[in-house]
């Protein structure tokens, strides 16, 4: 039996899902999954280049991987990297290499009987899959299922790559997505993440959309949850109308929605099409619902023409999101190729940039220092966890 690793260089929830598909497609067709790069026929990385520092990380792990792997051995690149930068990966790397979007370009390259179209179900990593019962399996808090419901984004922002990826939005047909569901719940498997580079922009181009999808799943299921995996706050004002009942009833559990900035100006330059207040009125609608939800965001800072007023009104937002037990990740700007905001004048330096970070993430930091305590306790209270 051949042997083939799969290494991973991310860990969004879309990267994660093609990860595990890569795998699950690999198994189908009679390859032998090892962890150990020198003892694969077969070695497929999957990088992701959304940041510089994930780019340099994947160009560090091609490199490693080159000069351990055996000497016949193939490798394959997969993910964002071909699409982001291709000429930087060329200098490194002169193999087959395939761009997330295209995966199903990976068919030829093994002489595989079954296509990726054919895998109705993906085994996610990072779970025990031995016993699939209630409560999770040492080490592990969650047990939680990736649905991939399409790829894809209809947005303009000034500073992403990720529509060069992956282009326009294709969504799956809703019966395909039921039929996967259905067959991650026989395993055993009651959160669902929905997965797309745009949830809210599900069905827009099969005349759907996510409120009906979730509306379809939940009928298939009485008790099955669901996360929203990235939501723009513009979508998720115009759609929240028709989740209240499913966050009500505490059907979605976890929603993920990116504000990016505290300023509205700097909102304008990003091409983000709403505004701050937009985002908060949402999220408070949210936790009158369901005060218990979690609700994720992500915050940039250095963005260019950032001023020291707009990074203060991204300072007031954060405290605002600790208040509102929102949990924030920060990132700095970072300058991608072929993005309209390497354009834009001034821009932050570097030192600045830094500083500005480091303020964002000590907020961040000491909320979720605060937050995982009481997170850790109720979950040793509900799994009875015992030290």
């Not at 790559?161 to 026989?186: D, Q």
């Not at 985002?279 to 915050?299: G, Q, W």
Request: proline share 4%.
């Amino acid at each position: 039996m051949k042997k083939a690793a799969v290494v991973i260089t991310s860990t969004c929830y879309s990267s994660r899902a093609d990860f595990d598909l890569i795998r699950s497609w690999l198994k189908e067709n009679g390859w032998k999954l090892v962890r150990r790069i020198e003892n694969a026929d077969l070695v497929i990385v999957h990088t992701c280049a959304y940041v510089k520092a994930k780019e340099d990380q994947s160009i560090m792990m091609i490199k490693v991987i080159k000069s351990n792997m055996q000497k016949n051995s193939r490798l394959i690149v997969t993910g964002c990297l071909p699409a982001i930068n291709k000429n930087r990966l060329g200098r490194i790397f002169k193999g087959v290499s395939v761009s997330s979007k295209y995966l199903h370009q990976l068919e030829g390259s093994i002489n595989g009987k079954v296509k990726f179209r054919d895998i109705g179900f993906t085994e996610p990593t990072g779970i025990s899959l031995n016993k699939l019962g209630d409560k999770p399996q040492p080490g592990y808090l969650f047990k939680e299922y990736r649905l991939r419901i399409g790829r894809g984004c209809n947005g303009s922002c000034s500073y992403c790559v990720i529509r060069r990826v992956f282009g326009k939005p294709e969504s799956r047909p809703v019966l395909e997505i039921l039929r996967e569901f259905r067959t991650a719940l026989k395993r055993g498997y009651k959160k669902f993440v929905l997965v797309a580079n745009e949830v809210g922009a599900y069905g827009e181009d099969i005349g759907a959309d996510v409120v009906e999808l979730i509306t379809s799943l939940a009928a298939a299921s009485g008790t099955a949850k669901f996360a929203i995996s990235n939501i723009t706050p513009d979508k998720l004002k115009e759609l929240l109308p028709r989740l209240k009942k499913f966050i009500y009833k505490k059907r979605i559990w976890r929603i993920n929605v990116p504000v990016q900035s505290g300023s509205d100006a700097v909102l304008r330059k990003m091409r983000r099409s709403y505004v701050v207040d937009d985002f908060k009125s949402a999220i408070e609608e949210i936790f009158k619902l369901n005060p218990e939800i979690l609700i994720e965001t992500d915050v940039m800072v250095g963005f260019p023409s950032e001023s020291k007023s707009d990074f203060y009104k991204t300072v007031l937002l954060t405290e605002w999101l600790n208040k509102n037990k929102v949990f924030s990740q920060v990132f700095p700007y970072d300058p991608r190729p072929h993005t309209p905001s390497i354009l834009i004048t001034p821009q932050v330096g570097r030192r600045e940039k830094q500083k500005r970070f480091e303020k964002i993430e000590f907020l961040c930091s000491s909320y979720f220092v605060m937050k995982n305590k009481m997170l850790l306790k109720k979950w040793k209270n509900e799994w009875k966890i015992k030290r």
